[in-house]
């Protein structure tokens, strides 16, 4: 089993973010926190990286639902989405696949909530 789902996508990485905001926004996910990969390389250890950013994507339903059936599941949270320039001129979108990181907590309960989330985060990564 992998744990992310990936798509290339033949627009630069600007517009790549605005699609996927858009797109996780359709979902009821909104980002809660953003990682720039490439400034803050730059900034602590003097490295040029090429465009990387990391979304967090949070739907409050279905975190409020995961919260309540497990505690300690916000030490995943939010979902991590990841939007990269690459070498060819495109951009590629991966989002973690929840299901391969909830195996590490045994609770059916909560597998059952993070394949919903999944099914969801695929739909974007698959409408972009």
């Given at each position: 089993?992998?744990?992310?789902?990936?798509?290339?996508?033949?627009?630069d990485f600007d517009e790549a973010?605005?699609?996927?905001?858009?797109?996780?926004?359709?979902?009821?996910?909104?980002?809660?926190?953003?990682?720039?990969?490439?400034?803050?390389?730059?900034?602590?250890?003097?490295?040029?990286?090429?465009?990387?950013?990391?979304?967090?994507?949070?739907?409050?339903?279905?975190?409020?639902?995961?919260?309540?059936?497990?505690?300690?599941?916000?030490?995943?949270?939010?979902?991590?989405?990841?939007?990269?320039?690459?070498?060819?001129?495109?951009?590629?979108?991966?989002?973690?696949?929840?299901?391969?990181?909830?195996?590490?907590?045994?609770?059916?309960?909560?597998?059952a909530k993070a394949a919903g989330?999944?099914?969801?985060?695929?739909?974007?990564?698959?409408s972009l």
């Amino acid at each position: 089993m992998t744990y992310y789902f990936a798509r290339k996508l033949d627009l630069d990485f600007d517009e790549a973010i605005q699609h996927v905001t858009e797109a996780l926004k359709a979902e009821g996910f909104g980002i809660i926190s953003t990682i720039d990969v490439q400034d803050t390389l730059k900034k602590k250890i003097d490295v040029d990286f090429r465009p990387y950013r990391i979304l967090g994507a949070c739907n409050p339903h279905l975190a409020y639902e995961a919260l309540s059936i497990e505690d300690k599941v916000g030490t995943m949270l939010p979902c991590n989405v990841v939007v990269q320039a690459m070498d060819d001129g495109t951009t590629e979108v991966a989002a973690i696949d929840p299901v391969a990181s909830m195996q590490a907590i045994a609770n059916p309960r909560l597998e059952a909530k993070a394949a919903g989330v999944r099914d969801k985060l695929k739909k974007v990564v698959d409408s972009l």
